[in-house]
């Protein structure tokens, strides 16, 4: 579904991003894990064309993506969750949500994806009148995530969903990001918590200074002793 080749980002002289290459298949989960600063909401923003690419390759599809606007790659069935949710504070929930589909037309449709959005996310139902900025930190990451989907992007791109949240929201956040891939949506999962993001991901890479230098099953990252020493504090 989504692969990247041999992708370099730069800001200025500096070289964020040094030449990775990844995939993630149609229906996965799959989570880059590493510290701050290393590279994973840059490769989050070339993916969605916030960043233009220094080099190399993006290939949604059959369709490469380093030289297209960002706003016609989110009709193209790309959606991301940025870091630090960045809802409209002073929209309510519900306009929150229907800015989410300002790609589509379709009327009908998109009533009836706001109405799953509520199914995923009863307390956005409960508050979809409530001004988004009086929203607490895990209401406001659901609606980031309940915008995205509003999209109806068959691959989501998600920055950091648990930042901030409390150990119970976490376990609630995981839980909806398992939902909504078994509900058909393939998952690029940025994630400091390196032990949640590993247990649900099919495949996962570890990015370190703009490189890849691990990869694996989420099995096989969560057992190696060099990941639980960096990341597991093991």
Do not use: W
């Amino acid at each position: 579904m989504l692969k990247i080749t041999d992708l370099k980002v730069s800001y200025g002289m500096i070289e964020a991003i040094k030449g990775i290459s990844f995939e993630v298949g149609d229906g996965e989960i799959v989570t880059l894990i590493g510290a701050n600063g290393a590279g994973k909401t840059t490769t989050m923003h070339a993916i969605s064309g916030l960043l233009k690419p220094a080099g190399g390759g993006i290939m949604l599809g059959d369709t490469e993506l380093t030289k297209i606007p960002s706003h016609r790659i989110v009709s193209m069935g790309l959606a991301q969750v940025p870091e630090g949710r960045r809802v409209f504070a002073l929209q309510t929930v519900e306009e929150n949500l229907t800015l989410g589909a300002y790609t589509r037309k379709d009327k009908a449709g998109i009533a009836g994806s706001m109405e799953k959005v509520f199914e995923l996310f009863p307390r956005l139902k409960e508050r979809r009148k409530q001004m988004a900025g009086t929203l607490s930190g895990g209401e406001q990451q659901m609606l980031a995530m309940g915008r995205a989907l509003m999209a109806e992007p068959s691959i989501l791109l998600l920055d950091e969903p648990s930042m901030g949240l409390s150990p119970l929201l976490v376990s609630e956040i995981f839980h909806i990001i398992v939902e909504i891939n078994k509900n058909g949506t393939t998952i690029l999962l940025v994630e400091q918590n390196a032990k949640r993001a590993l247990a649900i991901a099919d495949r996962a890479y570890v990015l370190e200074t703009g490189l890849i230098t691990l990869s694996g099953t989420g099995e096989e990252l969560a057992n190696d002793e060099r990941v639980k020493k960096a990341y597991l504090g093991g």
